[in-house]
């Protein structure tokens, strides 16, 4: 009767099993998933050499340490290996492709997170309005002014020049970048991302008084993304 309502998962579903190359999922535990997630990070961000960027008082960006770069041969074998899993055969010495999303989707699918939640993409809009959408979601968007981030939770910006209006609705095609909250602490968090300084970057940030990102400029952030897993 209502057949309209599960178009967008019938037409998710009918995608994923389309894409034959995509590699199998497994599903965790629901108890599981927010440490798998954190663990992974991790792990990836010490294969690239523990790059880390952060902001003197002067406002001035200091990369250290300098970490492996994507088109280095280790970083570059890693790189394919996120690619891989989103069905793409690229590499990190493939300069014009960004990766960023390909690096948050394998993060996302080895942690165990359902495809229609958490779908591989090669961009951060498509996995977002999945999340956003998905019935019974494990995620949750936020304004960053009216949020603290928590560990496992996405951070978002646009990029480019992307306008977005609402940080709920996410434009097909949008133009983004998306981290992983790690570690927060007094004044500030630290998160980790992929395609950030050509590698897999642990960045610190400052916080507001409340913990909040609000207006923080190091980028246009639009979207906390309250990660809800035990």
């Not at 961000?45 to 970490?67: K, L, N």
């Not at 996405?154 to 940080?167: E, M, P």
């Amino acid at each position: 009767m209502h057949v309209f309502r599960f178009l967008p998962r019938l037409i998710l579903t009918l995608s994923l099993a389309a894409c034959a190359s995509l590699p199998p999922r497994n599903l965790a535990p629901p108890a599981d998933i927010r440490s798998n997630i954190l663990r992974l990070a991790d792990q990836e961000w010490q294969a690239f050499g523990r790059q880390t960027v952060y902001r003197a008082p002067d406002r001035h960006e200091i990369i250290d340490p300098v970490g492996v770069w994507e088109d280095d041969r280790k970083g570059s074998a890693l790189v394919a290996k996120y690619w891989r899993g989103i069905g793409e055969d690229w590499t990190g010495v493939d300069g014009d492709k960004p990766w960023s999303a390909a690096f948050i989707s394998w993060v996302m699918a080895q942690a165990g997170v359902p495809p229609e939640e958490m779908p591989a993409s090669a961009t951060h809009a498509s996995y977002l309005r999945a999340a956003i959408g998905a019935d019974d979601s494990h995620w949750r968007p936020h304004p960053p002014a009216d949020y603290a981030p928590q560990p496992g939770d996405l951070i978002c910006a646009t990029r480019a020049g992307q306008k977005v209006a609402r940080y709920d609705d996410v434009p097909l095609g949008a133009t983004l970048h998306c981290d992983i909250v790690v570690h927060v602490g007094a004044g500030f968090l630290e998160s980790i991302g992929g395609n950030v300084r050509n590698s897999v970057s642990k960045s610190e940030r400052k916080l507001g008084a409340d913990g909040r990102l609000g207006t923080n400029a190091d980028r246009p952030w639009f979207l906390v993304l309250e990660n809800r897993y035990p």
